[in-house]
């Protein structure tokens, strides 16, 4: 059965177990979210990683300039679908039904992301995700021309370059500790409230 | 919203208009189900061509020998996951959850086909597939003898094998068509019942 | 020498004893032919699926609409190239040949289906089979607009897509039975009648 | 010529103008250096973003356990030279061939680091960093248990793992900004002291 | 038809053009053959490349030591494949039937030289050949082990990977000039003489 | 330490013991440069092959018309960086920098052709040579008028096409020997004279 799976190569660290500052700080999201996502226990082992994990993910993600909340996550699933990073696509693709109360959309995205169908401006963003996600060396101004023509600002299209480049690492974490996903995540956003 | 694309690009044939033995044989599938799967819709204007295709896929899919209901939806959901096909991982994924009792085993294979954590007998299977599904030019005796190494059968070798061409080829008509999976597979075999 | 090789890895079932059916309807093939292709005595070791099989083959390679014969052999040649399949590049190169009258068209479109030199009309039949059986995932409206806009009707275009999408299937199954040409295809439509 | 391109796509942030508690921090690392690496410059412009990445950075880079100080800057050589990453090809293999004294390792790793000669516990760790960078999807415990056979710990493939996602990301955001070295890297640790 | 395209986009010089001494070497050449190969009126317009072209080819093809004359045209039939030169494919294929005297093999190893059946010596030159023709960057001293496991001496591993290398520039060149086989060699070696 | 490798895997031939006409010929090249560069070295065993690619060099490397000398390294430092030939980066990108008196660009075009800043023609230059040196058999007429478009002659066109070719080959050569560049070329061009 999936759930017997450990929850991460390198084991984990119980919430109890972290210092102070991050055992206050992961508990918040707990109790937002009933649970402890399952990447903070596997990345606790070295705190002042995890530390600067979770500020750059919050630098990123919790913006709230230039992309909407619910672009910052279709980029996350988009390219994670890419990349084929499991925790990141069932962890945000829950996170992306949530913010858009569409129950298809992270499913569509993380299996198909270069045709799922799209608004125009969701599609720019997702092309230029995928372009820096899985090609980044040939990236030239005539893309960044697109994405501009598309509409993107200046801001915008450095969220959808740095929120890749975040879960470029993000992902290849994943991979290296084979992480598995709460089972939680599978199911939320999926029931209409 | 998701459910507001067209279930495909080159139109639909509803149940009632389509010839008398599809009209039946697609009828009981839809009284099981409790819907019509959109594929029946997109290939059926094309009746000689959706007959094959059912008769093909009830040649492998429903076959009593070798390998087991549960494993040929794996070969599938595995496969479509590298092929990227939004409407197979999302329909065979709810088979395959329906099947194992399951709820994440889906995600994480459509996700991660590579390296999804498997028993040694799955693994082999999906390995198999893979190669097939990906770069089949490639196949020598050295991977047949790996799948027999791991207790497959000739016959079942030839299941994984034919599964995995038959879905190359539904792949590509759904990419084709752009099929919209129904609203129902995407949850599926997500609850407890 | 090479016609010493088995003519599949899963051994091969004789016209006298496939079931009567399929015998009949081989053998009409074989008395047109001069000999019984490969392909059947492959996969006749599972009837239903070698029925299929053939009609699906049926009901695309020989409908009088949309394409003509000769363009859905192109098809074949052309996907069955970049998949490196040698069973379908010999023997329905040789189709190919016979249709076109031109000795040379099989081997071009086999070795470098990209570059080939063809009318615009084949081109675009071409460049939208390659991209279907290679990365089908990728298919935008964009690709099938170019298709239209070389002038293929939504009727041919299906007929690409699907005939593509059957090859994809046929190759992998001549993989998987690492399938021997029959001798007579690699000189037929080679010479001046 | 060469260094008239600009140094970002987007800007920069001189370091008289960034907040106090990154300038003293770059100011520290240009007293050090002789000048500003321009990633420092190129980053400014979103301080909490350049604050996280330099925690991250010193939080792998500078950690005293583990893989050794040259180690590292090989890792990040390594991949960067897959991802055609020009500033960081440029800038860390300034700091390898201090880090080594060897004029010859950084040309060599960079431009080819899948055959570069190395040491066996050399060629283990840029083996493992490659695959992480280039496919980490296809990791499986085999290629974790060959880096172990090797001698590597635990520790020291997290290491790995962790410095190959962190230049993911900086490689992305190098491709992003366009982002120009600075002159003085390429001749950094060239000449005998 | 096929035979209507032009022989190279760069146009072409007639044997009575050239200088003397190509005029008289490329002459020997056509009386033996019956024809003068296109790729020699392709490239006589820049005499002195032709000139190398003509000496690298001798030294290595016609060389007494190391791989037989058919092993040599295997090298370039397989890489040619690979590497989709309709023109080595159909030339050299039609040498390699000839040297061979096995209509087949040329068409076996060009569609599919990865896992055309051969014996273990043919097999450990072709799968040498290949890695250096498609990913020359990744060759280690281990794939050069397992050529010398499969009996191949350092002067014949040095033929395969000089004979891969010079149809790497034969390959590129033919498909610069987009070069039009002579219709003759479609049809050499298919018949019993 | 980088220099203790062997400069070949193949071993190499003094040019005291080379036949006369190349000792001449090498002396001279050798006497220029101030040392004698190991590609010659490693090459010397096969004397014809070795002239015939002194021949070849010289007859697309010291041209007078069509592409500059400094035009004629970028092709071969853009298609050796693309292809990982840690000796021809090495060892041309030491030429580029004494042409161009630009000690940054063979760095800039080696680690990224695909995205170094240039001048467009130099752009049109390095996107042709990349394509054939990378996936030459997708070449068609539109790509040869893009590069017309951007004032190549026809003339120029054949010397990028040409040049790419030739180190195609001449980067499987340094693989096939795992070729050690001298370290002399490591320095040259990187310091103001």
Redesign the interface.
């Known amino acids: 059965?999936?759930?017997q799976?450990p929850v991460s190569?390198?084991g984990t660290v119980a919430l109890a177990d972290m210092p102070e500052d991050l055992r206050t700080r992961i508990g918040a999201i707990a109790e937002k979210s009933g649970f402890v996502p399952n990447v903070f226990l596997a990345l606790a082992h070295?705190p002042?990683?995890l530390?600067?994990?979770l500020?750059?993910h919050?630098?990123?993600m919790d913006r709230s300039d230039g992309l909407s909340k619910a672009e910052r996550e279709l980029v996350v699933v988009a390219t994670s679908?890419a990349?084929?990073?499991?925790y990141c696509?069932?962890a945000h693709g829950a996170i992306l039904r949530v913010r858009t109360k569409?129950?298809?959309?992270a499913?569509?995205v993380?299996?198909?992301p270069?045709?799922?169908?799209l608004s125009p401006r969701e599609r720019a963003i997702v092309d230029l995700a995928l372009l820096?996600?899985t090609d980044?060396?040939?990236?030239?101004?005539a893309e960044?021309d697109d994405a501009r023509l598309a509409g993107l600002s200046?801001d915008e299209i450095?969220d959808v370059?740095?929120i890749?480049?975040?879960f470029?690492?993000?992902?290849?974490?994943a991979?290296?500790t084979?992480l598995r996903?709460n089972?939680e995540f599978?199911?939320l956003g999926?029931?209409p409230r």
């Not at 270069?114 to 169908?117: G, R, T």
């Open positions: 059965m999936s759930e799976h190569r390198f070295r002042a990683e530390r600067a994990f500020d750059y919050d630098a990123l679908g990349n084929h990073c499991t696509v069932v569409d129950p298809e959309i499913d569509r993380a299996s198909n270069w045709a799922a169908v820096i996600a980044s060396a040939s990236l030239t101004d960044l200046e450095w370059g740095a890749t480049a975040l470029a690492m993000s992902n290849r974490l991979h290296l084979a996903p089972p599978f199911l999926r029931l």
